[in-house]
């Protein structure tokens, strides 16, 4: 059974930093794209970053371009997201997901989410 | 990267169909046949119910179809069901460096 298991969220002030964690298992994780996914209260959902199997590659939507960073490590099947200089805009549900097929396919499995509040 | 567009709601009554679309653009709705669709319940994570414009995974009902014109695509939900009531995301890839394209949502009530 695939799960995905994020941590990591909660307050943070404008400015500040946090960095969420996956924990995934049910799948070759090192094989397959990640992909972070939010929702900010009350919106739709916004594409955040992916990431290559192996890491080697990384991809970012512009909104947060230079500000977040994903990263993995394979050994322990986790992924993860460095959030710094963040924004009110940055709130949201962080969601942690991933496809089976092709990139681009479909996101097969999310996780629950976990809450980012960015707010003085 | 701008977002593909739906509209805000759709309503039906039980038993009807409702058709919901999503617009985008020649670098992404139309230029790839990697439409996907998500249902999702408040509270919870969304579900994925089409892929590759019209395919549905394992267990997902097959009163939802998709498809694709041009550079638009559309989620149908044929003989409505109380259940179905939920918001309703569309998806496009849009190249390797934006795979994912999200749509605004479209609030779906069943009346």
């Known amino acids: 059974e695939v799960q995905l298991l994020e941590s990591g969220g909660g307050l943070v002030q404008p400015g500040g930093s946090l960095r969420l964690s996956c924990a995934a298992s049910?799948?070759?994780?090192?094989?397959?794209?990640m992909t972070w996914v939010r929702q900010a209260p009350g919106k739709g959902l916004e594409w955040v970053s992916s990431?290559?199997?192996?890491?080697?590659?990384?991809y970012y939507a512009d909104s947060v371009k230079g500000r977040l960073i994903i990263s993995r490590d394979n050994l322990k099947d986790t992924l993860h997201l460095q959030m710094n200089s963040l924004r009110a805009d940055d709130t949201a549900i962080y969601y942690c997901?991933?496809?089976?097929?092709?990139?681009?396919?479909?996101?097969?499995?999310w996780g629950q989410g976990t809450l980012v509040t960015v707010s003085s | 990267q701008s977002a593909l567009t739906q509209p805000p709601s759709v309503s039906g009554s039980p038993g009807q169909s409702v058709t919901i679309p999503c617009t985008g653009t020649s670098s992404d709705v139309g230029g790839y046949n990697y439409v996907s669709w998500y249902q999702q319940h408040p509270g919870t994570a969304p579900k994925l119910i089409i892929y590759d414009v019209s395919k549905r995974p394992s267990g997902v009902p097959d009163r939802f179809s998709g498809s694709k014109s041009g550079n638009t695509a559309s989620l149908t939900i044929s003989g409505l069901q109380a259940e179905d009531e939920a918001d309703y995301h569309c998806c496009s890839y849009a190249g390797s460096y934006n795979p994912f394209v999200f749509a605004t949502g479209t609030k779906v009530t069943v009346l």
């Open positions: 990431i290559s199997g192996s890491g080697g590659s990384t």
């Open positions: 997901t991933w496809g089976g097929g092709a990139t681009g396919s479909g996101i097969d499995y």
């Open positions: 049910g799948f070759t994780f090192s094989s397959y794209l």
